[in-house]
Structures are given as structure tokens and as C-alpha cells.
Nanobody, 119 residues
Framework: LQLVESGGGLVQPGGSLRLSCAASGHTLDDYAIGWFRQAPGKEREGVSCIRSRGGSTNYADSVKGRFTISRDNAKNTVYLQMNSLKPEDTAVYYC?????????????WGQGTQVAVSS
């Protein structure tokens, strides 16, 4: 399974971006997909995750109400819609796949996409 993130870029505070995590080599149907981010000088943190069965989701408190994770299994892609972006959202964003489907153990990682929020 290979994961490729896209959709990052520079956006002003209050703006929006939609990140994509496209998979190849295996269908994503059985995987939970998580989004993580790492800002300079900080540890990586979990942002959101969507499970494989039923598609239930969870979010970090810092992004609740602003970010939405979704999956399109037909396109083998998971999205992270980010609205009302803040400078503190600046980071490299990674997606990762959990073969248990439960958002607990991530065995596959993408290369990351940079998000910068600045005026």
C-alpha cells in the first residue's frame, strides 16, 4: 500500500484547504486512515481518523468544528477538509493507514504535504 498526500499550500488565516490522501497498491476499504501533522520543533500529533467499518470519525480538540475527514472508497482516497485555518495549523500533514481498521496502529505513511497559514 502506498499513500500520497496532496492539496497543501499557503493560505491566509480564515481560509480553507482540502487535503487528499490517495492510495495505490491496495484498496482502502479495510483500512482506517488517519491524518497527522508535525510543526517545526514540535512532536507529531494526531489530527483526525476515519475507521473502515461504518466510517466513524474522531478529531483532535484543536480542530473540532473546523476540519472534516471523509473517504471515497470508489476513488481510493481520503480527504481532510480544513476550514477557518489558523497560523497554528501550519505543519506538514501526513496520512497513514491502519490495517486493523480501528485508528490504533498505523503501518503505512505518506510523504507529507506542507500547509502554511500566514497573512
Amino acid at each position: 500500500l502506498q499513500l500520497v498526500e496532496s492539496g497543501g499550500g499557503l493560505v491566509q488565516p480564515g481560509g480553507s484547504l482540502r487535503l487528499s490522501c490517495a492510495a495505490s497498491g491496495h484498496t482502502l476499504d479495510d483500512y482506517a486512515i488517519g491524518w497527522f501533522r508535525q510543526a517545526p520543533g514540535k512532536e507529531r500529533e494526531g489530527v483526525s481518523c476515519i475507521r473502515s467499518r461504518g466510517g466513524s470519525t474522531n478529531y483532535a480538540d484543536s480542530v473540532k468544528g473546523r476540519f472534516t475527514i471523509s473517504r471515497d472508497n470508489a476513488k481510493n482516497t481520503v480527504y481532510l477538509q480544513m476550514n477557518s485555518l489558523k497560523p497554528e495549523d501550519t505543519a506538514v500533514y501526513y496520512c497513514a493507514a491502519d490495517p486493523t481498521g480501528l485508528c490504533v496502529i498505523y503501518d503505512y505513511w505518506g510523504q507529507g504535504t506542507q500547509v502554511a497559514v500566514s497573512s
